[in-house]
C-alpha cells in the first residue's frame, strides 16, 4: 500500500476541479516512449540493487531512460517520511524524487531529520487544524513534508515524531485516485505521487499563475505515475480479465481512451 491519505474538507473557496477526468489527457506530460523499450532489470551501477525503470535507493534512471526522463525545479522543496514497512518497490513518491532529485529527498521514519524552524514546514495531512495553500501566506513557509505510507502508518507517523509536532499542516482539495492499488478507504485517498503532484499544482494556482489558468508546469510529476496506469489498463483490456475484489469497481476503463501502446508483460513495479 501506497496512499497517502488526504482525504480532506471541501475547500469552501475553490471546488473540486471540473476536469475529474480519468486519463492524463488534459496533462502536460512528456512523451514516454522510452520507458517501453525496457525489457529486463538492470543492476544499479551506484548500489548494485536490481530494477527496471529507476533504482528505488538512489533515485536514478536506468541507464536506458537517463536523458529521457523529465527533471522538474519545484518551488519549495520536500521531504517525503516512508515508514519502514513501505515496500520501497511500491513507493509511488520515489517517482518524485527521480524526477526532481534537486527538491526531494526521501527518509524513512527513524531518520527524520530535526527542523530547526518547525513553524516554517507544511505537512502535507488532513485535519481540523490544516489548511489550503490559498489560505496560507506566500513566503511564510520553506518546506513541505510527505508520509508515504497507509492511512494507519502515516498517522502514528505524524502523532509519535517529535519532528513533525509544531509544523503546520496544509490541505489539498479532494480528489478521486487513479491509483491501482486498491484500498477500502475512500477513492479520495490518493497515491503518494497524485497527492505530491495536485500540492505543486495548488501551489502555482495559488502563487504562480496570476489569475490564469494553470498552465501545467508540474504535470511531469505524473510521468511514471500515467506509464504504469496505461499498463495496467491495457493488461487487464487484452486479457479481458474482470476485476477482482481488490480493485475499485469501474477503474478499469474498457472504451479504448487510454492509450494502449504498452508492453502486457511489464511489471509495474520499477
Ligand atoms: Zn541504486
Known sequence: ???????????????APASESSTFDDLKI??????????????????????????????????????????????????????????????????????????????????IPQYENPEEVLLLFPGHDAHTLEEIPKGSFKKFVVIDGTWKQASK??????????????TIAPRKTLFWRYQSLSENYLATIEAIYYLYREYAEAYE????????????LLFYFRYFYNLIQSKYKKENKKYT???????????DSVDAKVDENKSVDA
Open 209 to 220: 499563475m496570476n489569475g490564469k489558468p494553470y498552465d501545467g508546469r508540474y504535470d511531469n
Open 1 to 15: 500500500m501506497s496512499e497517502t491519505p488526504v482525504e480532506l474538507r471541501e475547500s469552501k473557496k475553490r471546488p
Open 30 to 111: 512528456q512523451d514516454d516512449s522510452i520507458l517501453h523499450k525496457h525489457s529486463d532489470r538492470e543492476t544499479c551501477p551506484d548500489c548494485k540493487k536490481s530494477a527496471m525503470y529507476f533504482c528505488y535507493r538512489c533515485f536514478k534512471p536506468s541507464t536506458i531512460s537517463e536523458g529521457h526522463i523529465p527533471q522538474l525545479e519545484l518551488p519549495i522543496p520536500m521531504d517525503v517520511i516512508k515508514h519502514e514497512q513501505e515496500l520501497d518497490g511500491k513507493s509511488t513518491a520515489a517517482h518524485a524524487a527521480v524526477i526532481a532529485p534537486h527538491n526531494v529527498k526521501i527518509y524513512n521514519w527513524q531518520s
Open 245 to 255: 475484489h481488490r480493485q475499485r469497481e469501474g477503474y478499469i476503463q474498457y472504451d
Open 157 to 170: 507517523i505524524v502523532r509519535l515524531s517529535p519532528q513533525l509536532q509544531n509544523v503546520r499542516k496544509v
